[in-house]
């Protein structure tokens, strides 16, 4: 035997260590299948190892699992290519707080007035111009009526409100209104639902009006089954159930 011939042959452990890594990467991308007529293999062995979770060990060596392969490959087991799918970690389950409603007293007037102004003056702006305090404040007094309206309440906290008329033929929300923080969180719908089954109950549909501008708000009533039955010049008029 030459010396370039035992150069050849004779291997580092750490160029072994880089030649199973390499013989298990070519491997990752293979099942494992038995052929009807052998019972030396295992029906469906999967080869590939499945990606470490990163709060877990992983279950076997790469060596330990490159050896068992080349084992059922010896014994004459058929590769077949499949599919390989990353990891994903389990996603978050989103829970909505639950509410209470709190009737609206007449003390109540200036947080009313505060919910309000949050939630409508950037659409009030774009569809009249300005908000001009004296004139919004007026506006509140002529529409405040405590007896139909309740803020909405989670853990103690003032978190929007709603007015609501019962009327001969419908129930007309007048007004669904949730502070910036509050939002996106799945509290409005969870108020409409509720607010649904009460019409349902007695056999009556829910009809309200929402600014034009008001792109999100028409989404939102939209995934809740509300369909377009009207118009006037700045607001659609929709009813649901």
């Not at 491997?27 to 029906?43: H, Q």
């Not at 392969?69 to 990891?87: D, E, H, K, S």
């Not at 978050?92 to 409603?101: A, C, G, K, N, S």
């Not at 309206?149 to 669904?176: C, K, M, N, P, S």
Request: aromatic share 8%; glycine share 6%.
């Amino acid at each position: 035997m030459t010396g370039a011939s035992v150069a050849h042959e004779w291997r580092s452990p750490s160029a072994l260590q880089n030649d199973e890594q390499a013989a298990w990467t070519a491997a990752a991308r293979w099942v494992i299948r038995l052929p009807a007529r052998r019972s030396a293999c295992p029906p469906t062995t999967v080869a590939r190892r499945p990606p470490a979770r990163p709060d877990g060990p992983a279950r076997q060596s790469e060596s330990a699992r490159a050896e068992s392969i080349a084992t059922l490959v010896n014994q004459g087991c058929r590769l077949q290519p499949v599919a390989m799918r990353p990891f994903a970690p389990p996603q978050p389950i989103r829970t909505t707080p639950p509410f209470v409603l709190r009737p609206i007293q007449a003390e109540d007037s200036e947080l009313a007035y505060t919910i309000t102004r949050e939630a409508l003056r950037a659409y009030v702006e774009q569809t009249w111009g300005p908000w001009i305090e004296a004139e919004q404040r007026e506006r509140h007094a002529q529409a405040f009526r405590p007896g139909t309206q309740d803020f909405i309440v989670v853990r103690d906290e003032v978190l929007g409100l709603r007015h609501i008329e019962w009327r001969q033929t419908h129930l007309y929300l007048a007004r669904l209104y949730l502070r910036p923080a509050a939002q996106g969180r799945g509290l409005g719908s969870a108020v409409l639902r509720d607010l649904q089954q009460q019409a349902r109950a007695v056999g009556r549909s829910i009809e309200l009006q929402v600014l034009k501008v008001n792109t999100g708000a028409q989404r939102f009533y939209a995934r809740h089954g509300f369909e377009q039955v009207g118009e006037r010049e700045r607001h659609w008029l929709l009813r649901g159930g």
